[in-house]
């Protein structure tokens, strides 16, 4: 059974640093692309980052250069690493599998993260 | 990177269809097969029903399908059921490692 199992949630001040985990377990993890979809309290789906299985990765304009994604292939695990947050950036993270299809077709339950003084 | 657009609530009886649109652009509907849809029930994680603009994931109803149209995509759900009370979005992929999902519509079965 596939699962995405998010943490390192919580609550954050503006201009810190935070970095979310997803433990997936249930597949060959190194063999899929991961991303990050963020929703803010009351919003939609944000597309936030993705890192495919070579490595390579692109981000959301929202969070260029604020934001670092990476993967432990040894762990079973990608990262967020999320600099400077803003109020804005308060939101449920969710990881997300990408199946073949451009699609995501496994997610995580979520992580909160609030951004407040 | 802007969002699709879709409406911000439909509303059906249940057995009757409802059809839910999702418009972007060139650049991303228009350009790539690669709409899916995705539905979520509050406060919980979403679920895909739709990928490839009308394929369905095993285990997905026959009730939900897919269609595009140029720059806009369709989910049509058939023979409402309580249980499909939720919020819908679409998302695309739209090029160079990038997606965009459209801002969400929610279904209230009347």
């Known amino acids: 059974e596939v699962q995405l199992l998010e943490s390192g949630g919580g609550l954050a001040q503006p201009g810190v640093s935070l970095t979310l985990s997803c433990a997936a377990s249930?597949?060959?993890?190194?063999?899929?692309?991961m991303s990050w979809v963020r929703q803010a309290p009351g919003k939609g789906l944000e597309w936030v980052s993705v890192?495919?299985?070579?490595?390579?990765?692109n981000y959301a304009d929202s969070v260029k250069g604020r934001f670092t994604i990476s993967r432990d292939n040894s762990k079973n695990t990608v990262y967020l690493q999320m600099r400077t947050l803003r109020d804005e950036d308060t939101a449920v993270f969710y990881c997300?599998?990408?199946?073949?299809?451009?699609?995501?077709?496994?997610w995580g339950h979520g992580a909160l993260v609030t951004v407040s003084s | 990177q802007s969002a699709l657009t879709q409406p911000a609530s439909v509303s059906g009886s249940p057995g009757q269809s409802i059809t839910i649109s999702c418009t972007g652009t060139?650049?991303?509907?228009?350009?790539?097969?690669?709409v899916s849809w995705y539905q979520q029930h509050p406060a919980k994680a979403p679920k895909v029903i739709i990928y490839?603009?009308?394929k369905r994931p095993s285990g997905i109803s026959d009730r939900f399908s897919g269609s595009k149209s140029g720059n806009t995509a369709s989910l049509t759900i058939s023979g409402l059921q309580a249980d499909d009370e939720a919020d819908y979005y679409c998302?695309?992929?739209?090029?160079?490692?990038?997606?965009?999902f459209g801002g969400g519509t929610k279904l209230t079965v009347l």
């Open positions: 890192i495919s299985s070579s490595g390579s990765t």
């Open positions: 249930g597949f060959t993890f190194s063999t899929y692309a």
């Open positions: 490839e603009g009308n």
């Open positions: 998302c695309s992929y739209a090029g160079d490692n990038t997606w965009v």
């Open positions: 060139s650049n991303d509907i228009g350009s790539y097969n690669l």
């Open positions: 997300a599998r990408e199946g073949s299809s451009s699609s995501f077709d496994y």
